[in-house]
């Protein structure tokens, strides 16, 4: 009995060592290796930078904007807000009292920026990851108004901008119109104004 359990060991813990290696290792070496090949940019996570080369952000994970002249992204469930090492959904039903009362300070907020009518609901809901980059063409509208006026910029140049920044569907079916917000906040710097 004990030759049999000593031949039956050495196999597995071999087997072990070696899936350890192939796994642990040499997988996700040559996966990283191919990645950074074929599609450096999004392997070295979809850097954004500014004209002196500096990384200011990703185009797949949102940041905050606060100041009312750069467009807002969607509320953020994580952690502080938009905290990679937090990202999550708030996982809050929509009969949760704490999402009813942040959705009606998101709203007040919303309203005391001066956007009237319907209030998208990407301006006041968090997405689910906590790290959405984009809001809605809508959102994106309704914001105009307020970036133009702290800038001191023709709302129709704002607009404008906007509408140029609208990424449509993928093959023109899969997902939504979205409109990435540092794209947009970049461009809208080189027209100038207060930040």
Known sequence: MGKDFTTALRPAIVLTILFAILLGLVYPLAMTGIGQAIFPHQASGSLVRDASGRAIGSAIVGQAFTTDGYFQTRPSAAGDGYDGLASSGSNLGPASQVLANRVSAD??????????????????????????????????????????????????????????SIDQPLLGILGEPRVNVLALNMQLDRFGGPR
């Open 107 to 164: 709203l007040v907020r919303q309203r005391a920026a001066g956007i009237s009518g319907p209030v998208p609901a990407d301006l006041v809901t968090a997405s689910g990851s906590g790290l959405d980059p984009d809001i809605s063409p809508a959102a994106a509208r309704a914001q105009v108004a307020r970036v133009a006026r702290t800038r001191g910029l023709p709302a129709e140049q704002v607009r404008a901008l906007v509408e140029h």
